[in-house]
């Protein structure tokens, strides 16, 4: 395949992609929204760490350690090299979650009500998926669903 058809193909999918996007629709209860996943990694209280406390990576570093980001997260490692291990867990140890979320949606705009897309091609099927992301999902309000 050359390059411009591997082009068309991808324009394409892309066509396919926004034509059935999902149309989000929420409760006038909500307090979250479909936003970049990006805001979890770049929150200031967020880290990074190993299933026995090491810090691996902060939202706002201290001396000499690297910063989580989401290019940061890696298949295999992280991007300082260390390997991603069973139990690594990013995590907000302040949890106060609400004011975070609405200090964030106010500061970087630009990460707010992000749907994250791709196509895939299996046994001559192309399948269209979609993403959300949540700040917070209180998973109580869905009778303990989750």
Known sequence: ????????????????????????????????????????????????????????ARAVPKAGEPQLTLDFLGRDAYGN??????????????????????SLRTKHAELNNRMYARTVSDNGRLWLQYWFWYFYNNYQLAFGAG
């Open 1 to 56: 395949m050359t390059v411009a058809e591997e082009g068309d193909l991808m324009a394409e999918d892309d066509a396919l992609l926004e034509r059935f996007a999902p149309v989000l629709r929420y409760d006038s209860n909500e307090q979250y929204f479909v936003d970049s996943a990006a805001q979890w990694t770049g929150c200031p209280d967020n880290e990074l760490r190993r299933k026995d406390g090491t810090v691996i």
């Open 81 to 102: 090299g260390d390997p991603w291990q069973e139990g690594d867990v990013i995590g907000d140890r302040a949890r106060n979650y609400r004011e975070q979320y609405v």
